[in-house]
């Protein structure tokens, strides 16, 4: 069985930092492009970043972009965010979701993390 | 304001069909790239409905199905369920963007 667990969700400040984890199984995790996609409360989906399987291709989101860095340890099955320079309107649901194919560009979200909350406020 | 266009509402009653329409551009869904379409039941995850424009992922009933036309897609369902009520996403990829992109979401009240 597929599973995606994020984890690292927290109450931070603006301008503050923080690092979002997502743990696979269930799968080759190697196999597989990851991305991040959030939701803030009670609003739409948003694809924030994407990255290949092997990392040799990453994109972001202009809103995250020179702000967050995607990244991913194939050995240890994990997919990260590192996010910084938070701002509030990055206050939301982070999801960790798989791709169906080896490159971030192309596939579709087969498989849903249940999120973990990131809330900027002073 | 969201890349791919969709209606923010749409209803029908136990049994009526409805559907659910995405607008994109020539940099995404009209350059050719894949539709998705994802179903978000309140407060969980959103789950895979539809898959390269028009194909059913295991255990989607038939009762969903996509199309894809020019630079439009779109989602029917036919008898509708209270269970169909949720909110539903679009999802492709742009090119200009260099990402992906989803829709704004419909939200289907099941009246």
């Known amino acids: 069985e597929v599973q995606l667990v994020e984890s690292g969700g927290n109450l931070v400040q603006p301008g503050r930092s923080l690092r979002l984890s997502c743990a696979a199984s269930g799968f080759t995790f190697a196999d597989y492009a990851m991305h991040w996609v959030r939701q803030a409360p009670g609003k739409g989906l948003e694809w924030v970043s994407g990255?290949?399987?092997?990392?040799?291709?990453?994109g972001y989101a202009g809103s995250v972009k020179g702000r967050f860095t995607i990244s991913r340890d194939n050995a240890k099955n994990s997919l990260y965010l590192q996010m910084n320079s938070l701002r509030a309107e990055d206050m939301a649901f982070y999801f960790c979701a798989k791709d169906t194919r080896i490159g971030y560009t192309s596939g579709h979200f087969d498989y849903w993390g249940q999120g973990t909350l990131v809330t900027v406020s002073s | 304001q969201s890349v791919l266009t969709q209606p923010p509402s749409v209803s029908g009653a136990p049994g009526q069909r409805v559907t659910i329409s995405c607008t994109g551009s020539?940099?995404?869904?009209?350059?050719?790239?894949?539709v998705h379409w994802y179903q978000q039941l309140p407060g969980t995850a959103p789950k895979l409905l539809i898959y390269?424009?028009?194909n059913r992922p295991s255990g989607v009933p038939d009762r969903f199905s996509g199309s894809k036309s020019g630079t439009s897609a779109s989602l029917a369902i036919t008898g509708l369920q209270a269970e169909d009520e949720a909110d539903y996403y679009c999802?492709?990829?742009?090119?200009?963007?260099?990402?992906?992109?989803f829709g704004g979401g419909t939200k289907l009240t099941v009246l």
């Open positions: 390269a424009n028009s």
């Open positions: 990255i290949s399987w092997n990392s040799g291709s990453i």
């Open positions: 999802q492709s990829y742009d090119s200009s963007l260099r990402g992906r992109v």
């Open positions: 020539s940099s995404n869904i009209g350059a050719g790239y894949d």
